[in-house]
C-alpha cells in the first residue's frame, strides 16, 4: 500500500473523529455512546487496511459479495472488526450474509426476518438486526414504510425470534435529513429500541445531534467512489 493512501485515510478520519467529538460535545453525550463505521464500499482492501491501522474497527459494505471479497482474510489479524451490511439483502444471500457481518442494517420484510432467522439457526451465528425504515416513502428505495414498521418489529420479535436492536434510514437525497432522523428517533422510542443508524458524509454530524448511535460516513473518509457506484 502507497504511504500515500494511508496517511490520507488516516488524516481524513482524524478529522472525522474531531467532528464527530465536537457533536458530541454539543449534543452533552459522551462520544463512547457512538459507533463510527466507515463504509468502505467500491474501495480496495488496501484502503480498509489503512483504516485499521489508523485504529478504526466498525466497517459497512451495501453487497454482500464485495464484503466477502474483502473482509475474512482481514479478521485474523483484527479479531475486533466489525462489519455492518448497510445495503439491501436478497433472502438467498441471507445465510452468507450472517456468515459474515456482525450487524444487519437491512431488514425490511417479513420473509427477510424468516429467511435470516433460518440462517441464523443453521450457522448458529446471531448478528443483531436493525429495520431499515424509507422513512420518505420513496417508491424506488428499500426500507419498510413507516405505516409496516410496527408489524414487522412485531412479527421479527415475535414470531422468528430476530434481536432488534434499532432503526436505520436514509433519508431522500433532495430533503432536509433532520425531519427524517428525528422521526426515527421517535419510532424507535416507541418501540423502545437503542440504536439509530443515521448520518452520512454530509449530514453525520445532524444525526448525531438527533441521537444517532451509529453513522455510516464513507466519502469523508475514503474519498469519492467512481461515479457509477454513487447511489448504490
Ligand atoms: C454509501 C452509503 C453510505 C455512505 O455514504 P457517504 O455519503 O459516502 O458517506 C451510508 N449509508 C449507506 C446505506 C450507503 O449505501
Given amino acids: 500500500m502507497s504511504s500515500d493512501t494511508q496517511g490520507r ?9 474531531d467532528a464527530v467529538e465536537a457533536a458530541c460535545l454539543k449534543a452533552d453525550r459522551p462520544s463512547d455512546s457512538l459507533s463510527l463505521i466507515a463504509v468502505s464500499k467500491t474501495h480496495p482492501a488496501e484502503a480498509v487496511i489503512a483504516a485499521l491501522e489508523a485504529g478504526q474497527r466498525h466497517f459497512g459494505e451495501n453487497r454482500v459479495q464485495e464484503a466477502a471479497s474483502k473482509f475474512p482474510a482481514l479478521r485474523p489479524d483484527w479479531p475486533d472488526l466489525q462489519l455492518h451490511l448497510i445495503g439491501p439483502l436478497q433472502t438467498n444471500k441471507a445465510e452468507e450474509a450472517v456468515t459474515l457481518f456482525d450487524v444487519i442494517h437491512t431488514l425490511d420484510r417479513p420473509k427477510l426476518a424468516r429467511a435470516l432467522a433460518k440462517a441464523m439457526d443453521k450457522t448458529g451465528r446471531r448478528p443483531a438486526c436493525l429495520i431499515q425504515v424509507n422513512s420518505g416513502a420513496e417508491p424506488q428505495k428499500a426500507g419498510c414504510l413507516p405505516d409496516e414498521l410496527e408489524a414487522l418489529y412485531r412479527l421479527a420479535t415475535e414470531e ?12 431522500p437525497v433532495d430533503e432536509a435529513p433532520a425531519p427524517h432522523f428525528q422521526f426515527l428517533r421517535e419510532r424507535a422510542r416507541a418501540l423502545d429500541l437503542p440504536w439509530l443508524s443515521m448520518g452520512m458524509s454530509g449530514d453525520y454530524e445532524t444525526a448525531i445531534l438527533l441521537g444517532a448511535t451509529h453513522v455510516r460516513v464513507g466519502t469523508a473518509i475514503f474519498g469519492n467512489r467512481p461515479p457509477a ?4
Avoid: F, N, Y
Avoid at 9 to 17: D, E, R
Avoid at 160 to 171: A, F, Q, S, V, Y
Avoid at 229 to 232: G, H, L
Fill in 9 to 17: 485515510i488516516a488524516t481524513a478520519l482524524a478529522q472525522v473523529h
Fill in 160 to 171: 422468528t425470534g430476530l434481536e432488534i436492536k434499532g432503526l436505520m434510514c436514509i433519508p
Fill in 229 to 232: 457506484s454513487a447511489t448504490r
